[in-house]
């Protein structure tokens, strides 16, 4: 009998240390699962986070690649605007054409300036817009007089300068016509 109650001590002491271990596992448990769904979902949003940082910027890499090519395009479209009315200060030949009524001469300027006028609605700020419709206006009116009207283009250059980013720019109109008009010295204001 002794052989018995020895059997049934070990196998009470078994019982005991198996129903310890498991309410302590159970007791863990509710944590344990706390912690992997923790992990699960700090693994998921991690994951999620770096495809939106992937995709923030390869989106980014796009705006400058869009906004390189509408500066360029921008530049372009302020260059030709500025070559043609440079072209009207400084060309005796076509200003002979245009006054004496060559329809050719006429019409091919009239489709340049249109040209010119969208493409400066396109790429050019709302400030610049708006200086270049005064000057047009103050042009097709005759309102002002030839120097005022060079001093209100200098203007507009200094303001698509701007629009080119160079915000912060010291030039000023005069410095603009100084470049074509050669005696604009006795103009400046």
């Known amino acids: 009998m002794d052989w018995l109650n020895i059997a049934l001590l070990i196998l009470q002491l078994l019982i005991s240390i198996a129903v310890f271990l498991s309410w302590r596992w159970l007791k863990e448990l509710p944590s344990s699962l706390h912690k992997q769904q923790q992990q699960i979902l700090q693994y998921e949003l991690n994951r999620e986070l770096e495809d939106f940082k992937n995709t923030l910027s390869r989106e980014l890499e796009m705006l400058k690649i869009n906004h390189a090519e509408l500066q360029l ?97 010291q030039l000023t109109g005069d410095n603009f016509l100084r470049l074509f008009v050669t005696d604009w010295h006795k103009y400046e204001s």
Do not use: C, H, P
């Open 73 to 169: 395009r921008k530049t372009e479209e302020f260059i030709n605007f500025g070559n043609l009315q440079r072209e009207f200060l400084t060309d005796k030949t076509l200003l002979e054409k245009l006054q004496s009524g060559d329809t050719e001469a006429v019409s091919k300027i009239q489709k340049e300036i249109l040209d010119l006028a969208t493409g400066l609605f396109f790429f050019a700020s709302d400030d610049t817009v708006r200086k270049y419709g005064e000057w047009k206006m103050s042009s097709s009116k005759g309102e002002l007089n030839g120097i005022q009207l060079l001093r209100q283009f200098g203007e507009l250059m200094v303001a698509l300068r701007k629009d080119l980013g160079q915000k912060d720019t």
